[in-house]
């Protein structure tokens, strides 16, 4: 069984620069999230899906950021005008299918880690 | 407001010592669940426990065990007769945080274990 996949794996961009994150969650898991991490905290929410339809946005995504999950299956999230903020490591992560909020797990990739120099 | 509190930023111990984690939640939800996350140098957050709030007998899975005691708000890990490969940062997770709508988490500080041979 395939888990989360995030690609690349790290990135090194200039400031001012545009990136972009590649997550493929795990097959049949209709929910995909996007965490950040910096060093030394607990993830931090930024955007959910629920197939292609984003449902919910952190206070966290400014508008340099976006999300889209065009067929409900991989996600990809841009940064555009990157600044040094923005380092840190981006965590995809997904979970099934649920009638109601019921406490799924939620599987993590292993992270995309942002530097901007 | 959803929140999670380890007090403990690092713990060292020297291998095959007992070791246990706090972790401390405030919620106001009468349905939630609580979860321990792995993360080991690599990044990738591995999935240990998932607890729900109406099932307070204790969980031992081989030298891991789970301590839930709804009255003090509290679920804690314990790592018995650790291990060098248990070396890693250690989350407690709380749902019903952003994109609590599906589970989101809200995560702890973590807690940095440190196995010495």
């Known amino acids: 069984d395939t888990g989360v996949s995030q690609d690349p794996r790290h990135k090194i961009t200039k400031r001012g620069q545009n990136v972009t994150f590649r997550c493929d969650p795990i097959?049949?898991?209709?929910?995909l999230y996007w965490y950040r991490q910096t060093l030394g905290q607990g993830p931090e929410f930024l955007t959910y899906f629920q197939n292609e339809a984003q449902l919910e946005k952190s206070r966290l995504l400014s508008d340099r950021f976006s999300a889209e999950r065009p067929k409900g299956s991989f996600s990809t999230l841009e940064i555009q005008r990157t600044e040094q903020g923005d380092s840190a490591m981006y965590l995809c992560?997904?979970?099934?299918?649920?009638?109601?909020?019921?406490?799924?797990?939620?599987?993590f990739g292993e992270g995309s880690w942002l530097t901007v120099v | 407001a959803q929140k999670v509190t380890q007090a403990q930023t690092e713990i060292s111990v020297v291998e095959k010592e007992d070791v246990t984690l706090d972790c401390v939640y405030e919620?106001?939800?009468?349905?939630?669940?609580l979860f321990w996350y792995k993360q080991p140098p690599s990044g990738e957050l591995v999935f240990l426990i998932r607890r729900n709030s109406f099932d307070e007998q204790n969980e031992i899975s081989g030298r891991y065990s789970w301590n839930f005691q709804k009255s003090t708000s509290s679920f804690n890990f314990t790592i018995t007769a650790s291990q060098v490969v248990d070396s890693a940062v250690y989350f407690c997770a709380l749902s019903g945080g952003p994109g609590g709508g599906a589970d989101g988490l809200t995560f702890g500080k973590g807690t940095h274990l440190i196995i010495q041979p």
């Open positions: 919620t106001r939800d009468t349905t939630y669940y």
């Open positions: 992560a997904s979970s099934p299918p649920s009638g109601r909020r019921s406490g799924n797990t939620i599987y």
């Open positions: 097959s049949e898991h209709n929910r």
